[in-house]
């Protein structure tokens, strides 16, 4: 995102999410108020990964979705999750958002509300 007062907000949630862990009636809100933020940037993707994520929060009560990938060893098999726990995920998922401008990041964003819109 360009907007330094989103930015300023995804660190906030980044913090509060690592000080208390993912407690969703506090994030939902916020992401609510950075979703409106994205709408001023008009950028369709952000804003339903936005949505998407605070849906997913409001659905399960807190964050189940897989946003770091396996990766894959040297002989081409995928390595089991690492173990990352539900606040790295969304803390990689807040990382993307932040950094929306990247293309590579544009592309996972897509893909992942994709994903949660079925999830």
Not at 9 to 17: G, M
Not at 84 to 107: G, P, R, V, W
Request: hydrophobic share 35%; glycine share 4%.
């Amino acid at each position: 995102m360009n907007s330094p007062k989103a930015n300023k907000l995804i660190q906030k949630i980044a913090s509060e999410i690592k000080k208390n862990g993912i407690d969703a009636e506090s994030i939902i809100p916020q992401l609510q108020e950075l979703r409106e933020l994205a709408k001023l940037e008009k950028d369709p993707v952000v804003i339903r990964s936005i949505r998407m994520a605070y849906e997913h929060l409001e659905n399960n009560g807190g964050w189940e979705y897989p946003v770091i990938k396996p990766e894959e060893d040297e002989d081409g098999n995928l390595i089991e999750d690492a173990g990352y726990t539900a606040e790295e995920h969304f803390d990689a998922l807040l990382a993307m958002i932040e950094k929306s401008d990247n293309k590579y990041n544009k592309d996972e964003l897509r893909i992942i509300a994709n994903e949660l819109n079925d999830f």
